[in-house]
């Protein structure tokens, strides 16, 4: 195993509150629709999520920190789709109100700096680079708007 480690780090700018945000991210019918189809979330304070966020590899993780809508760690658990690994690979989203709507944050790190890791990491990494991009089409302009 390598030493070094890697990371990601993806912003993504979304025109509607953190509330809605964060229901789309933690209710499993939104969580389908921009996730991916098989989504599961079982969203509380050491839960757990499961997805194929590349639609590749279908990955499980728990939920380390849950703070309603601020903020969703995952820890990635060892499965036979990714390489072993020494460190806790982990993906925290970070949402931020900011007029007129959510800053969502990705950090990701922990990844190994290993041959071994090179495809995963370029899968994990621009998997939710490109979930974070149907997340904004979705919660801009298909999940539903509820009347106050």
Do not use: N
């Not at 509380?44 to 639609?55: K, M, N, T």
């Not at 998997?127 to 149907?134: C, D, K, L, Q, S």
């Amino acid at each position: 195993m390598a030493d070094r480690v890697r990371g990601y780090a993806h912003r993504v700018d979304i025109a509607r509150d953190v509330q809605a945000v964060w229901r789309a991210f933690t209710e499993v019918t939104h969580l389908a629709k921009w996730c991916a189809p098989d989504a599961q979330i079982r969203a509380r304070p050491g839960g757990l999520f499961r997805a194929s966020v590349d639609r590749v590899t279908e990955t499980e993780a728990h939920i380390d920190v849950f703070d309603p809508g601020r903020r969703l760690r995952l820890i990635y658990l060892p499965t036979p789709a990714l390489p072993e690994a020494e460190t806790a690979v982990v993906a925290d989203f970070i949402m931020e109100a900011a007029h007129p709507g959510t800053i969502v944050r990705v950090l990701g790190s922990g990844v190994p700096d290993d041959p071994e890791w090179d495809v995963p990491y370029r899968r994990i990494r621009t998997g939710w680079e490109r979930a974070m991009a149907r997340l904004k089409v979705y919660v801009e302009k298909q999940m539903e708007v509820e009347a106050p």
